[in-house]
């Protein structure tokens, strides 16, 4: 039996392990990196369903020794272990180039056992903090509705509310009328959770916008409009960041989504009570930025601010670790990833070129190279890494830049048959030749390593699709949809390989669920309506047609219209069972509907006559005239 203290120390090396690879990859400051172990083997041991890590990951084996502390039996006893468990393999897989199956299963099976247990965390400060962590792996694994169930949780637990209002204010120098802004309200029903944050902190910088026309930050007609973010305390500013990032990951790309998104950076920038908090916020605003002409410069800016941080001695690591795993703080490199795109976006590719050399992100260094004309050089550059030693990571690289299937043989070889990028990037590579039936054995293999690739799994269906092999194109839409089910192209996509298995009512379902996804997409609603009048749902193909209208000036499918017209004056029988007969009404209005938009069409004026025809009505000879008038005007002399 061990002794108590014994472990406890166990316990404390593990968690100092932990926190030390936390400062080398994702806080600063950066300490010593030379290791002197054996980098190909510890790479090895962190491999995961064919996923190494990513070769900006710096001391490693720290996390490979705080991993084997918290699995030991002496510790297990703890349920901080368990906490701390979790953190270790979420980490673990955070700097994988790919998501990995297994680690996703072993985050799901410590965070159900942590809940089971979750009275032992004996405050509500410790019971937030950890929804706000599992709410970062949700999210992370496309778990949006586990993860905003957690939220909402963390809410409740935390008694407080985040909701979105309106304020009066100005955006701009010369406005002359406050306008209604989003602003962010806080209700309370419980006691606010204040922690000590720790005295006085350094915060990265807030670069100010400097612009001649937008202001810095809304002024507010009402200066209290603000007043309750002053109050946040840092697991408040955890809670809401996190409900951020929820609201960024569970909502298409919109320009309100982005308002919303606004006004919650605003709010967590405002007062700063943490470091991790602050760079966080600081980062998804620059994101928010990189769009605006006026704003780009200054996400720039501060990118590069978040990124020389990295690397400054002062605060101490202890004050930037403080919030860490609440805040889902990104690696270094992914922050530097970034600050080399908004280089390209404003034509400076020789300082993007630099980034990515130091990143050893090969693509983006090839896309460099060719944009300057100097492509060779890329491979000269692989080569001569490639001199001080076979890798499959460099293997890799070099295929990509010479467009040779046999490097990614001979790295998949390497591997013992165990990479997972290897056959990633050979079917990608050539998918992209179009050659599909050579692509689909190697995604298949990869896929074989490790099931959780989204976007593999994608160019498989997309590969199988293009050689006319419906049921694994079906199969691997399927898994796409299972990992993504927010992803309207997947859904659509799936519901083109049902169409082509001549499971058509299937089709439609899956159609529904793509616009869900994506409601303003004319393209699957014209999808829809179609569907919907092949499989008998009339009323479905009404309610499509209709919303084409809204969304398209002038929309007209008058092979559509006499489909639904004959069902109609047939009376058949709908999807549903009822007769099309009471349908009617519904067609009749939108005829006149649109009628009204496309005046000349011949054809709908047709169906328009042939449908009241049956009523007797005296409107008959009058849209049999208007329908030869059409006619007429669209024969040319």
Known sequence: ?????????????????LHSFVCMNFTGPCMNRDSGCDLEKVRRELQSDGETPCPQ?????????????????AVQEFLSCRIWLLRARFIHQRILEEKSATLKEECCRLIDEVLAMKEALHSRFLLVNFLIEISYIYHFYNEYSKAHGVLEQAQEVAGIKFNMSGALGKRTRFQQNDIAQLVVRIERSLESLNVESGGEQKFPKDIALEDDTVLNRITFLNPLTTESAESLSVVEQLLMLALLEDLQKSNPVFVLTDEQSEAFVAQLVQRPQDWCI???????????????????????????VLVDEFSGECPSSVDRTRCFFGSGLLPIWSVQHFLAELFMSLGLVKSALSVYEALEMW????????VLEHREKAEQLIRERLQLGETVDLLCSLGEVTYDTGCFERAFQLSGERSAKAMRLMGRMLFFRKEYEAAIPALEKSLSINKLQLNTWFLLGTAAFR??????AAGAYRHCASMDSENHEVWNNLSAAYIKLKQKDRALRTLEEALRCSYENWKIWENYMVTAVDCGAF???IRAYNRLMDLKDKFVDVEVVEILGRAVNDDLVTRSGEKTVTLKASLLKLLGRNTASVPNNEGLWAVYADLVATDSSPKVPTLIVVSYLCAEIAVPN
Do not use: Y
């Not at 039996?1 to 392990?17: E, I, N």
């Not at 605003?285 to 501060?302: C, D, G, N, W, Y």
């Not at 693509?363 to 060719?370: G, M």
């Not at 050689?467 to 694994?472: F, H």
């Open 363 to 370: 693509d983006q260094v090839i896309e460099c190279f060719t």
């Open 278 to 304: 602050q760079s966080k916020a600081l980062f998804l605003r620059s994101r928010l930025e990189r769009q605006s002409s006026r704003k780009v410069e200054r996400a720039l800016m501060q990118i590069q």
């Open 1 to 17: 039996m061990v002794p108590l203290t014994r472990r406890k120390d166990l316990l404390t090396l593990g968690m100092a392990s």
């Open 467 to 472: 050689t006319e092999k419906w049921e694994l």
């Open 57 to 73: 990951a710096r001391r490693i084996e720290l996390l490979i020794r705080c991993c084997h502390i918290f699995s030991h039996n």
């Open 539 to 541: 009323e479905e193909a």
